[in-house]
Nanobody
Framework: QVQLVESGGGLVQPGGSARLSCAAS????????MGWYRQPLGKERESVAT???????NYVDSVKGRFTISRDNAKNTVYLQMNSLRFEDTAVYYC?????????????????WGQGTPVTVSS
């Protein structure tokens, strides 16, 4: 009912920048909180940044001052601007959205994940 498609990952040099995008599509009534998560190889997935529909943001300490999350509600799209990238930022980055869809039975709340996009910080 709702799909998330991420883009923007790839190979980046230390100190460089990258911008991730995540577009939601489907039978969407509204999208509430959206967020970016990451999972380094062999490690658990962690929350990187979240943003509410009203624009309130939250970041994990390790990315504060370097990453910026933003969203375009008209396009159902969330972005993650990543600056001053470090080796330890290497991971698969996933987008997540809390969406409300309209069904024949009423409204339904969903938690939807994207397929992930890899970001590799390497010289």
């Amino acid at each position: 009912q709702v799909q998330l498609v991420e883009s923007g990952g790839g190979l980046v040099q230390p100190g460089g920048s990258a911008r991730l995008s995540c577009a939601a599509s489907g039978n969407i009534f509204s999208i509430n909180t959206m967020g970016w998560y990451r999972q380094p190889l062999g490690k658990e997935r962690e929350s990187v940044a979240t943003i509410t529909s009203g624009g309130n943001t939250n970041y994990v300490d390790s990315v504060k001052g370097r990453f910026t999350i933003s969203r375009d509600n008209a396009k159902n799209t969330v972005y993650l601007q990543m600056n001053s990238l470090r080796f330890e930022d290497t991971a698969v980055y996933y987008c997540k959205a809390h969406a409300t869809v309209r069904t024949e039975f009423g409204f339904r709340n969903l938690e939807v994940w994207g397929q992930g996009t890899p970001v590799t910080v390497s010289s």
